[in-house]
């Protein structure tokens, strides 16, 4: 890229993808390379002073880390007030629409999912970045033949470790936060952990833990940590499921385990060959 080129320059735009809050992603092509990426679009005069800087932010860390798990940032052009972040192209979509379409994941395909969920934020946890919006929406497939194979996108909310402020409590998804961020107490990068404990819960059940049509509710029930296996659906799954997701939906963070202590769990270690001799 050549300082003054501009977007439309060097791609050409083509379908939109997704939507969030503030942005817009489309598909797009290079016109010099002829290499299919996709473009988040921001228009920063709609963004408030905070939300300007959560995008800077956002640029920042995506500029720090590396992955095959991470949607990676090519390269941003900033043209007056709009900015384009050029990323990586996730070709199968949102792990959201994966679900919905499969209804639920067998526990087979939900482990390999989660084990490579959970190695990816110990790679960033131990680069001192905390995710902060890990959610299924956010989870984004490589392709449409592969229901395993995600990559970690939108690091809107993502902050340095060091940089954690007790009192934003407003960060995250509400179905998805942790009690420790909805009580606006200090938290640390465990709050992933519950995140990715309440997406295990929703690929393996097909329904979320926590759930109230009345906010205050489903903030109660978090807080509380109040989530139950209910049957028919939970009648299936494993007892050692079903404990890999009790210990990220602890309400205490220091009881919750960590990535390393998760990847150690007797769920996650079950190999796949053991289970495809039983049938
Ligand atoms: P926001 O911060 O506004 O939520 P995201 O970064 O989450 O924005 O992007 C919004 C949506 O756009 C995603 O949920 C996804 O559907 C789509 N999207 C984002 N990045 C990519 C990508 N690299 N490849 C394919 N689709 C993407
Ligand atoms: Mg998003």
């Given at each position: 890229m050549k300082p003054d080129d501009l977007f439309g320059q060097v791609y050409t735009l083509g379908p939109r993808l997704g939507a969030g809050a503030f942005s817009v992603v489309h598909k797009c092509l290079n016109k010099r390379d002829g290499r299919e990426y996709a473009v988040k679009i921001v228009d920063k005069n709609a963004l408030?002073?905070?939300?300007?800087d959560a995008l800077d932010n956002e640029?920042?860390?995506?500029?720090?880390?590396?992955?095959?798990?991470?949607?990676?940032?090519?390269?941003v052009y900033r043209e007056s007030n709009?900015?384009?972040?050029?990323?990586?192209?996730?070709?199968?979509?949102?792990?959201?629409?994966?679900?919905?379409?499969?209804?639920?994941?067998?526990?087979?395909?939900?482990?390999?999912?989660?084990r490579l969920l959970i190695v990816t934020v110990q790679y960033l946890h131990r680069s001192s970045i905390v995710h902060r919006d890990l959610k299924p929406e956010?989870?984004?497939?490589?392709?449409?033949?592969d229901d395993c194979f995600i990559k970690i996108a939108d690091f809107g909310f993502a902050e340095h470790i060091s940089e954690l402020d007790c009192c934003n409590a407003a960060c995250g998804t509400p179905q998805y936060v942790s009690p420790e961020i909805l009580q606006g107490r200090h938290y640390t990068a465990t709050v992933d952990i519950w995140s990715i404990g309440v997406i295990a819960f929703?690929?393996?059940?097909?329904?979320?833990?926590?759930?109230?049509?009345?906010?205050?509710?489903?903030?109660?029930?978090?807080?509380?940590?109040?989530?139950?296996?209910?049957?028919?659906?939970?009648?299936?799954?494993s007892d050692d499921a079903k404990d890999f997701i009790c210990c990220m939906l602890v309400v205490n963070p220091e009881r919750r385990h960590n990535a390393a202590q998760l990847l150690e769990h007797r769920w996650v270690q079950e190999t796949l060959s053991a289970q495809s001799n039983v049938h």
């Open positions: 408030v002073r905070e939300d300007r640029i920042m860390i995506m500029n720090e880390i590396s992955h095959p798990n991470i949607v990676q940032l090519a390269e709009i900015y384009y972040l050029v990323m990586e192209l996730a070709r199968g979509g949102e792990l959201f629409e994966r679900i919905v379409e499969r209804t639920c994941y067998t526990e087979d395909c939900a482990r390999e999912l989660l956010n989870l984004l497939l490589v392709s449409e033949g929703v690929l393996m059940g097909g329904y979320p833990p926590f759930y109230d049509r009345e906010k205050t509710e489903l903030f109660r029930k978090i807080i509380r940590g109040e989530f139950e296996f209910l049957s028919p659906f939970w009648d299936h799954i």
